[in-house]
């Protein structure tokens, strides 16, 4: 497998340009400019590459849905708002080779014919905005930005937009309003954004870790990438891994890498004495994984998909058998309520009403239906508003309490956390 | 009430990021809001009003935007804030005891500040570092791995 995103993790000043443009920095970009716009939109397309920001879809695709000579200005926004619990691999990406964030940006706005690029980043990243600013200048001083582009006539300018704190903003219409200087509230599609997004013109947002696929995919050919992963899932991935293992980080694998061996030989395996409970797979939206499901499934979509979860952000987070359930949820459950923007009411009460069950049952004063009680409010959440953050708690909570119903019931027949009870 | 020279112009370019007109003085509000807040301290009602009369929008429309984002802070900070992350990785770390051990030594509860001004305290959500927790922001910057209490006491000793 050729290591795509991390090439240069290894290296102390990937961030600084002398160092990026060593390791053959920046050399797609002379193959970028002798193909058509169409053709690297084809390019993207014949590689298969998704989208890592979580859902997944066809990158080729979504910008091939941006209209040509609409007559207005065309937007990328580069999506830096990293905030789903667990996930820490853009973050990785921002600190360690912002070139190649800057390089794939520049591929990602020719091919969607947009001259001027924001890179939304976290409010509360200030080291990463930083680097990421002097990396900018520097790409500016060596013409890799700014007109006529190493000679070949296209212009481009990108810019960083700082978030000022809020996970909805990362949800790609929410972001598309908080850079409009607005509540970050996410908006009713269609129309998408491919159609009216930014300033009311055509926008692609696009996850941090796709837009750095983006410089291999140019320069060895979709075939190259193709080449690795699985049928419906190509290419690698970065996953970030937290929890009672070893050597939490971030880590590249090939699709379709079988998330048991990611565990043992990337994560170094479960810290001394500890059983595995389960796995979440794909940042905290994602339906948790037991033991069992664990030994099976393998890094990809369908394979997750097969076990009714979802690859998501690649954000593994690890539960060992000490973890109580109940807590882990609540935490979860506590997020999305404080998260939610409050435009839709399934998701404004679903979420606080999940949260306070699961309180209560935390404190030991749980009844026998709450359980039911909490599965009926995740139903009539799913699928019922504006964006998939009610959906982000209730379909969690769902696999939290069919897969470990037994812990959940135990804690409120004895009226407290069982695993206090020596 | 006014910015700094420096800042003034920090804010022509900031305004050059945007298109021109109604639309991108509006795009100007959070990196703006962002910008007082670093000069004044903090985003208060006079911060907004002054903001909303370089950008030309209503005061109350800037309130509205301000009140909805975390990071802008309504109120004077201490001059550390730490900021506690409490979400899962982090907790399965140990980010509570971590909370509760600087809630003793600070002699505060999360959301208040020390009487002499010094030090802040907020739980936040998942701070995009969830494999070296428990994690605290103190400011802008990130302060990793602080499970046990003498890692706590050795951060507070560096800020003292
Ligand atoms: C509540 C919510 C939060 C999201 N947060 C992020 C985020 O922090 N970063 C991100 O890239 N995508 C996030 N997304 C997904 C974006 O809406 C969007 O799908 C993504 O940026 C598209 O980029 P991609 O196609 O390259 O994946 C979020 C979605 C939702 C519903
Ligand atoms: S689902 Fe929740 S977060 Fe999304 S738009 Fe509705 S209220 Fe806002
Ligand atoms: S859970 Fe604390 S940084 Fe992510």
Redesign the pocket.
């Not at chain 2, 992350?85 to 907790?91: A, E, G, I, K, V």
């Not at chain 2, 959500?125 to 969830?130: D, F, I, M, R, T």
């Given at each position: 497998m050729d290591l795509v995103l991390t090439k240069n993790f290894d290296l102390p000043d990937a961030f600084s340009l002398p160092v990026y443009e060593g390791r053959g920095g920046y050399s797609s970009l002379k193959k970028l400019f002798s193909l058509k716009p169409d053709e690297v939109i084809e390019e993207v397309k014949k590689s298969g590459l998704r989208g890592r920001g979580g859902a997944g879809f066809s990158a080729g695709m979504k910008w091939g849905f941006i209209p040509k000579n609409s007559g207005k200005e065309t937007y990328l926004c580069v999506n830096a708002d990293e905030g789903e619990?667990?996930?820490?691999k853009d973050r990785a990406l921002l600190l360690k080779d912002p070139h190649r964030l800057i390089e794939g940006t520049i591929i990602g706005s020719y091919a969607i014919g947009c001259h001027t690029a924001y890179i939304y980043i976290r409010g509360e990243f200030f080291r990463e905005y930083k680097i990421l600013e002097q990396a900018l200048s520097e790409a500016k001083a060596k013409r890799y930005l700014g007109e006529n582009i190493l000679g070949s006539g296209y212009d481009l300018e990108i810019y960083t937009h700082r978030g000022a704190g809020g996970y909805i903003c990362g949800e790609e219409t929410a972001l598309i309003e908080s850079l409009e200087g607005k509540r970050g509230y996410p908006r009713i599609k269609p129309p998408f954004p491919a159609i009216q997004g930014l300033f009311g013109c055509p926008t692609a947002v696009n996850n941090v870790e796709t837009v750095c696929a983006l410089p291999y995919i140019i320069e060895k050919g979709a075939g190259a990438y193709k080449k690795m992963g699985t049928e419906k899932s190509s290419g690698t991935k970065l996953f970030s891994i937290?929890g009672p293992v070893n050597q939490p980080g971030v880590y590249e694998v090939e699709m379709g890498f079988p998330l048991r061996k990611f565990l043992q030989e990337q994560a170094g395996g479960l810290r001394p004495g500890k059983i595995l409970k389960g796995v979440i797979p794909g940042g905290s939206s994602m339906p948790i994984l037991n033991a069992e499901e664990v030994e099976q499934v393998t890094l990809d979509y369908e394979s997750m998909n097969k076990f009714g979860t979802f690859l998501g952000s690649g954000g593994v987070i690890v539960i060992d058998e000490d973890y109580c359930l109940v807590k882990a949820l609540r935490i979860l459950a506590r997020f999305y309520a404080h998260e939610s923007c409050g435009q839709c009411s399934p998701c404004r009460e679903g979420t606080g009403w999940v949260h306070k069950i699961l309180k209560r049952i935390e404190e030991g004063e749980g009844k026998a239906s709450d359980l039911d009680l909490l599965l009926d409010i995740s139903d009539n959440m799913i699928g019922q508003t504006i964006c998939v953050l009610a959906d982000s708690i209730a379909m969690p909570t769902k696999a939290f309490i069919t897969k470990f119903r037994k812990e959940f019931e135990d804690h409120i027949s004895l009226k407290k956390c069982p695993k206090t009870i020596a | 009430m006014e910015f700094t020279p420096e800042n003034k112009k920090k804010v022509s370019e900031i305004l050059k990021r945007y298109p021109e007109g109604k639309v991108g003085r509006q795009a100007a509000l959070l990196p703006l809001l962002r910008l007082a807040q670093e000069q004044f301290g903090f985003v208060s009602e006079e911060v907004m009003t002054y903001v909303a009369s370089i950008l030309d929008i209503p005061p109350a429309q800037i309130y509205g935007v301000a009140t909805f984002y975390t990071l802008f802070n309504k109120k004077p900070v201490g001059k550390y804030h730490l900021q506690v992350?409490?979400?899962?990785?982090?907790?399965m770390?140990g980010?509570e005891e971590t909370l509760s051990h600087l809630e003793k030594r600070l002699c505060i509860r999360s959301g208040e500040t020390t009487p002499d001004g010094k030090f802040t305290l907020s739980e936040v959500?998942?701070?995009?570092?969830?494999?070296?927790?428990?994690?605290i922001q103190v400011n802008e910057e990130y302060h990793e791995d602080l499970k046990t209490t003498e890692n706590v006491d050795r951060l507070l000793e560096r800020l003292k």
């Open positions: 619990p667990g996930t820490f937290s | 992350c409490t979400n899962l990785s982090c907790c770390e980010a959500e998942c701070l995009a570092a969830c494999g070296s927790g428990p994690v």
